[in-house]
């Protein structure tokens, strides 16, 4: 039964980053401004040659030595990985974004904005998968705990400090490089307020499901319940 439920876990896990990179490469495409998560990373790609796979690796290295500046710890095992989760993310953000070449190009402002709507949906299913497998999280996220312990701050403040930061720091990458806000736009502030939202109602509604999808024991599912509850309860603080 426990093989079951990490493989299980495993999938839902990968399901999720690949439906998260899907999301952002909708986001990409509409060019109303790309969600807070990857601004910085699609920043960089608009200022060198580079693609956005390589620059998300590039953009969480960065995370994962702001966390270690922060906490003033180094984790040699917990480093590595978060670093071959960044490595996955940015081969999954390169594969969706070959993939949508498929798709028409949205060239008039009523696709575009389809697109963005798709990508806030598509994003908060992502979180939704990737957070409830309870694997480790990405060096983004696991930056906006280490902000929450080192300033103590709740978490739902942690996340909006740590999203604002890093759109200020992609707009200024921007700015100095490619002399516009690249990246950053008024699907930034869309997706900074509903995709957690979304993932709050999704959570309230399906979790549930999803629990006894993984866990068929009933010890197992109880504790699994218990947990979480606290989940939402901090997703909660989050979308409000």
């Known amino acids: 039964m426990k093989h079951i439920n990490v493989t299980k876990r495993l ?37 060198s040659s580079l693609s956005v796979g390589i620059m998300t690796v590039v953009a969480n290295v960065l995370f994962i030595i702001v ?29 969706t974004l070959f993939l949508l070449q498929l ?4 060239e008039t402002l009523v696709m575009r904005w389809g697109f963005l709507i798709i990508s806030l949906f598509i994003v ?3 979180l939704f998968g990737y957070i409830s ?24 403040k942690a996340k909006v400090s740590s999203d604002l930061l890093n759109v200020g720091v992609a707009g200024l990458v921007c700015i100095i490089f490619i002399q516009s806000l690249g990246s950053i736009g008024i699907g930034t502030l869309i997706a900074a307020y509903f995709i957690g939202k ?26 699994e319940s218990k947990a979480n509850t606290t989940l939402q309860k901090e997703n909660t603080s989050l979308s409000s």
């Open 11 to 47: 999938f839902l896990y990968i399901f999720g980053l690949f439906f998260l990179s899907l999301g952002v490469s909708f986001s990409i495409l509409a060019d109303l401004g790309v969600s807070p998560v990857s601004s910085l990373a699609y920043a960089f790609s608009l200022s």
């Open 67 to 95: 966390q270690v500046i922060l906490s003033k710890q180094f984790h040699l095992r917990e480093s590595i990985v978060q670093l071959i989760i960044a490595f996955l993310f940015g081969f999954f953000m390169d594969v």
């Open 103 to 106: 798709l028409p190009t949205p």
């Open 124 to 126: 908060a299913i992502g």
């Open 133 to 156: 497998a309870k694997f480790p999280l990405m060096p983004y996220d696991e930056l906006t705990h280490v902000i929450s312990d080192k300033f103590n701050m709740k978490f739902g």
């Open 198 to 223: 979304i993932v709050g109602w999704l959570m309230k509604n399906y979790q549930k499901y999803l629990v006894q999808w993984i866990y068929k024991n009933k010890e197992d599912l109880y504790k």
